[in-house]
C-alpha cells in the first residue's frame, strides 16, 4: 500500500540558511499535519492542512511557513535556521473530509540537522 | 486541551512474557486514542486506534489495547513478547474533527531481554 513520503530523508544546513521540506500524502487523503520530534522528545504539533486551507497551528515558530498545493502535497519552508531547529519532522496523512475517518498515517520522517 | 501521560519512561520485558503499557489522557469530551510504535531513527506507525464503540481494540502486531473512561487510561497490551517489539511506544490523543491534531505523551522505551 502506498504510503506518506517525504523528502529529503536527511538534510544538513548550517545557521541561517534556509531549508524545505516536502511531503506527499497517501492517494486521496485531503489532509497534512506537520510534527516536530526533537532528540529524545515526542512529537510536537506544528501545523496542519485541509483542502489546502490551513486547519490548525501548534508551536510553529514564525520562521516557519507551510502550505498545501492542488495536488495535496505539502511543503515547510524553514527560514533563519537555529541549532535548536534539529529534529526529525514528520509529515502525517488523513483521509478526514473524505471519509470522516480520524486517523493518522506518519511518513519516515526528515532529520534536519543544523551545524 | 488534551494531555497524554505515559508513567513509564523504559520498561524491560522477557521475551515471551506478557506486557501492559501505561496511558492516562485528560480530555473533558470523548477523545480518540491512538497508540503508535517507532522504532530508533524511523517513523511511526499506527497500532491500534479508538474513536467509540466496543472499549477493548485489537491492534497490529498482536496489540490491544482497553478503553476504560473512569480511569482516563487507555492502556497497551500484548500477551507474549517478541525481540522486534523492541521500540519507543507512544500514546496519543486526539480531540476530534476541527481539531484533529494529536497530541502525545512522552514515550515509552521497550527493552526486550532474551
Known amino acids: 500500500a502506498a504510503g506518506v513520503i517525504q523528502s529529503p530523508r536527511h538534510l544538513i544546513k548550517e545557521k541561517r540558511e534556509t531549508a524545505t521540506l516536502k511531503c506527499y500524502p497517501i492517494?486521496?487523503?485531503?489532509?497534512v499535519y506537520w510534527y516536530q520530534q526533537g532528540p529524545g522528545q515526542d512529537p510536537q504539533f506544528l501545523i496542519s492542512?485541509?483542502?489546502?486551507?490551513?486547519?490548525d497551528k501548534g508551536s510553529i515558530p514564525d520562521r516557519f511557513s507551510a502550505q498545501q498545493f492542488s495536488d495535496y502535497h505539502s511543503e515547510l519552508n524553514m527560514s533563519s535556521l537555529e541549532l535548536g531547529d534539529s529534529a526529525l519532522y514528520f509529515c502525517?496523512?488523513?483521509?478526514?473530509?473524505?471519509?470522516?475517518?480520524?486517523?493518522?498515517?506518519f511518513g519516515p520522517g526528515t532529520r534536519l540537522t543544523v551545524t | 486541551a488534551q494531555s497524554v501521560t505515559q508513567p513509564d519512561i523504559h520498561i524491560t520485558v522477557s521475551e515471551g512474557a506478557s506486557l501492559e503499557l501505561r496511558c492516562n489522557y485528560s480530555?473533558?469530551?470523548?477523545?480518540?486514542l491512538f497508540w503508535y510504535v517507532q522504532s530508533p531513527g524511523q517513523g511511526l506507525q499506527l497500532l491500534l486506534k479508538?474513536?467509540?464503540?466496543?472499549?477493548l481494540v485489537q491492534g497490529i502486531k498482536g496489540f490491544e489495547a482497553e478503553f476504560k473512561r473512569s480511569q482516563s487510561s487507555f492502556n497497551l497490551r500484548k500477551p507474549s513478547v517478541h525481540w522486534s517489539d523492541a521500540a519507543e511506544y507512544f500514546c496519543?490523543?486526539?480531540?476530534?474533527?476541527?481539531?484533529?491534531?494529536?497530541?502525545f505523551g512522552t514515550g515509552t522505551r521497550l527493552t526486550i531481554i532474551p
Open positions: 502525517a496523512s488523513s483521509p478526514l473530509g473524505q471519509q470522516g475517518k480520524y486517523e493518522q498515517y
Open positions: 492517494p486521496r487523503h485531503d489532509t
Open positions: 492542512f485541509y483542502e489546502k486551507m490551513q486547519s
Open positions: 480530555y473533558g469530551a470523548t477523545p480518540y
Open positions: 479508538y474513536f467509540s464503540g466496543d472499549t
Open positions: 496519543a490523543v486526539g480531540a476530534g474533527f476541527g481539531n484533529e491534531k494529536l497530541t
